[in-house]
């Protein structure tokens, strides 16, 4: 059975990446969640939040973990002894961009297998970046991710008037 990845920066996590995880736990077997500390891109939540609402979501998911890691994915997921990386597929530019992030990885090593799954329909026009947008221009997102995440995407992004 695999042992399996699901790498990413949930800033926050979204309904869209938890249907993914638990979809793949289901094929996969054991997975884990892991959340990448060290992300080029600009993230609003802080690596330690991030894990938190991460954690909070799959607590009581049979066969799910959490993890983090710094570096690069594919050295974090020879290091627990894993062999396969779970990535979720919502549009073509996500396609191209996995594409050529899986090409990169067989550079560095061939250990390591990369499985896709496409999003599910309801959840395949969701993003976290977009979510924060929403947030940041007063919409409700309730329908988008966990409370904690709205709550905590709301503290940070709305000011509140005096
Ligand atoms: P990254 O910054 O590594 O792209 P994200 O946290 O944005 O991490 O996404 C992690 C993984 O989850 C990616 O493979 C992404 O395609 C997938 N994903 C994100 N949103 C969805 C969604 N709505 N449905 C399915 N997969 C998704």
């Known amino acids: 059975m695999a042992k399996t990845v699901y790498p990413g920066s949930f800033d926050p996590i979204s309904y869209g990446h938890i249907d993914l995880a638990k979809r793949g736990v289901k094929i996969l077997g054991e997975l884990i969640v892991a959340v990448a500390r060290n992300v080029t891109k600009t993230t609003l939540f802080s690596p330690d939040e991030r894990v938190e609402m991460v954690r909070k979501v799959f607590c009581d998911v049979?066969?799910?973990?959490?993890?983090?890691?710094?570096?690069?994915?594919?050295?974090?997921?020879?290091?627990?002894?894993?062999?396969?990386?779970?990535?979720?597929?919502?549009?073509?530019s996500d396609f191209e961009y996995e594409s050529q992030m899986a090409l990169t990885n067989r550079h560095f090593t061939k250990d390591v297998e990369m499985v896709f799954m496409m999003t599910s329909n309801e959840y395949s026009f969701l993003s976290s970046h977009f979510i924060k947008e929403v947030v940041a221009l007063g919409g409700d997102v309730s329908a988008f991710v966990p409370a904690l995440g709205e709550e905590r995407m709301k503290a940070k992004l709305t000011k509140q008037s005096p």
Request: charged residues 25%; negative net charge; aromatic residues 6%.
């Open 62 to 92: 049979p066969g799910v973990t959490v993890d983090s890691y710094d570096g690069m994915t594919v050295d974090y997921v020879r290091s627990i002894g894993a062999d396969t990386i779970l990535r979720g597929i919502r549009t073509i």
